[in-house]
């Protein structure tokens, strides 16, 4: 398995309950995660984009007019675990019409279902809530990690039905939209972090039970190597130069073989499995002999067809109270080791309670242009259960608190998380030589397409509009809205619109939304190209589709003029998904797993997707554990 990511780790773990025989080597570029606080403590996220904090791949994209000449930097997982192990921890699920739309044999929602149910144990009290799509015996845990301040959540829940957006029992069911709902999130109800490392790999590992499960840490895979007949027997390795010491005697240029037996699997991510195939040769042939490469399979698909949700986020002042928020645990008011060991409830948390799902009416959607309507009729209208635009409400500041000024340093506020599901703009990613470690062209495409402006200018206002609607709102955090004239109705505000707060949900609908006038659309649609950055969910760089139809992998994840060599990871997804995507990547490390027990013929039979009892999670939290 090569490298680390989130499907590594499902599938690597599976493969090594159903056979024991089988000898499994995960390759990994970055370090192991085994019980770090960074990763396993909920509150410290945030922290896991710091430089120093070791746990990140940062991919500067080109230059680009689109985004006001910026380069855009996209991080990814580098870290044992991937992206399940740094991100927000927000459990996203897609939308049965997002897999049916990949339109490929067994990847329809139907059959990924079993996988969805298989991967989870859903923690829920709300008998409202669709048990039938839920799984009760998984090991990743689906909780609220023990800490929720309903106040918080109330309130915003009352502004959004002041906007016409109501409360809904569970907007993970693959169908729901049109409303706000209470998120759950990958933490276990004892307040660790769920990721796909420490739910399916370290238990097997720290067992002892599992010798044919093996790790090597802070190695990079710099290409696979084939034989004379095209099939993948060894993948050649260096240690990762980031981990290693600068002496006199170092030798960056120091290379290894590992040989594969029976199979190589590449789970680099959207923005590195590219990479590697097309320094194994395998990629567009007029572009890999430019490059001196030899070809080995000509895929002009390689890196292309790059997707990412477009993120805008907006923050505000607000009256909340100290554990209200996550500030104080970034800003330095907490001391975390002492938090650690006094087992605060509040490192539990994520600070996202409440999130949205949405689609526009008939007069924003005439408002978006006559172009983004033909598209809407095309790939929305009569598709009701797909919405256009997510919404997370943060209590905190999503940013660096050093940058605010001394009267709003160590204050507590919430931003609103805003991307577009589906954006029109495409992007791609390649080597720029044989190496490893020259870095890559990136093109994120973001705002290249046309229509993706128009999306993001409607859920700006609409943020806008449902958080002024709170109790707890103090005006607008000048850092992080547009510069808008202070003669415009849409100047940034200072305090509440109602002193004392709202006294009834009347009192929150006859709030006048804020009139923009074309100065202001131009103002705020620059400020978008200025602050638009990524989400994290990167994916479709090498999709599975028929190879005349620029498909780079089969159905049965096989790269395409090549044997025994697959692809696991999020670069095979052929659309994009309405949700964030980590749930999308552990269903594709269970799908990808009965897809290898299958192929390699385990226990002569076929991989078997009823629920099984959950692994044994030896290092999740208990009272006198941290």
Not at 24 to 36: A, F, P, S, T
Not at 504 to 512: D, G, N, P, Q, Y
Not at 577 to 606: F, S
């Amino acid at each position: 398995m090569a490298k680390r990511g989130t499907v590594a780790c499902v599938t690597a773990g599976r493969l090594a309950e159903a056979d024991p025989s089988l000898s499994i080597l995960i390759i990994e570029g970055g370090k192991n995660n085994l019980n770090n606080p960074l990763i396993s403590v909920p509150a410290l996220f945030i922290r896991n984009l710091a430089p120093d904090a070791q746990s990140m791949l940062y991919y500067k994209g080109n230059k680009s007019s689109h985004t006001a000449d910026r380069e855009v930097v996209v991080p990814s997982g580098g870290i044992l675990g991937g992206g399940s192990s740094v991100n927000f921890m927000m459990y996203t699920r897609a939308h049965s019409c997002d897999f049916d739309s990949w339109k490929m044999k067994g990847w329809d929602y139907k059959s990924l279902l079993p996988y969805l149910k298989k991967l989870e144990t859903y923690h829920t009290v709300d008998g409202k809530v669709n048990k039938g799509v839920h799984g009760f015996s998984g090991p990743v845990h689906i909780s609220d990690g023990g800490y929720n301040p309903q106040g918080v959540e109330k309130d915003v829940l009352a502004a959004g039905e002041a906007i016409g957006e109501s409360e809904i029992a569970d907007l993970n069911d693959f169908t729901s939209v049109g409303g706000f709902a209470h998120w759950p999130r990958y933490v276990s109800p004892e307040g660790k972090r769920q990721d796909a490392a420490h739910c399916y790999i370290h238990p097997l590992l720290q067992s002892g039970k599992y010798p044919n499960l093996h790790l090597l840490t802070e190695t990079t895979v710099n290409r696979v190597q084939f034989d004379s007949s095209k099939r993948a027997t060894a993948v050649e390795c260096k240690p990762s130069t980031a981990f290693q010491p600068v002496t006199p005697l170092s030798n960056g240029d120091i290379h290894f073989t590992v040989k594969a037996k029976k199979l190589v699997v590449v789970s680099s991510g959207a923005l590195g499995t590219p990479l590697v195939l097309e320094r194994s040769g395998i990629g567009s042939k007029p572009f890999l002999e430019k490059l001196n490469i030899p070809v080995i399979s000509d895929l002009a698909s390689v890196g292309e067809n790059y997707q990412d949700h477009n993120l805008v986020a907006a923050t505000y002042k607000t009256n909340l109270e100290l554990e209200e928020t996550l500030d104080h645990i970034l800003d330095g008011r907490e001391n975390i080791a002492q938090a650690i060991e006094d087992r605060k409830p509040t490192l539990g948390w994520n600070g996202l309670d409440v999130a949205g799902k949405f689609r526009p009416n008939e007069a924003e959607i005439a408002a978006m242009g006559p172009e983004f309507g033909k598209l809407w009729d095309e790939g929305w209208a009569d598709v009701p259960e797909r919405p256009l635009i997510l919404l997370a409400v943060v209590n905190l500041l999503v940013g660096d608190h050093s940058l605010l000024p001394p009267p709003l340093f160590q204050k507590q506020y919430v931003s609103m998380c805003c991307y577009n599901g589906y954006p029109f703009s495409r992007g791609s990613i390649h080597i720029t030589s044989p190496s490893a470690y020259s870095p890559p062209s990136f093109d994120p495409g973001f705002l290249s397409h046309p229509c993706d402006m128009p999306v993001l200018v409607w859920i700006y206002k609409k943020q806008r509009e449902l958080y002024r609607r709170t109790n707890a709102y103090q005006g607008e955090l000048a850092l992080a809205h547009p510069p808008f004239s202070p003669e415009s109705d849409a100047r940034i505000r200072d305090g509440p619109l109602v002193e004392g707060g709202f006294k009834s949900l009347e009192e929150r609908k006859a709030v006048k939304d804020i009139a923009y006038t074309a100065d202001d659309d131009k103002v705020l649609e620059q400020w978008i190209r200025e602050r638009v950055g990524t989400t994290w969910h990167s994916l479709g760089t090498c999709k599975m589709a028929p190879r005349e139809k620029g498909g780079v992998v089969d159905d049965r994840l096989n790269v395409y003029g090549v044997t025994g060599l697959k692809l696991a990871d999020l670069s095979i997804c052929p659309e994009n998904v309405g949700a964030n995507t980590n749930n999308t990547a552990l269903m594709l490390g269970e799908k990808a797993a009965d897809i290898l027990i299958e192929d390699l013929g385990i226990g002569g039979r076929k991989g078997d997707v009823s629920e099984v009892p959950p692994l044994v999670n030896g290092l999740r939290l208990s009272k006198g554990d941290i």
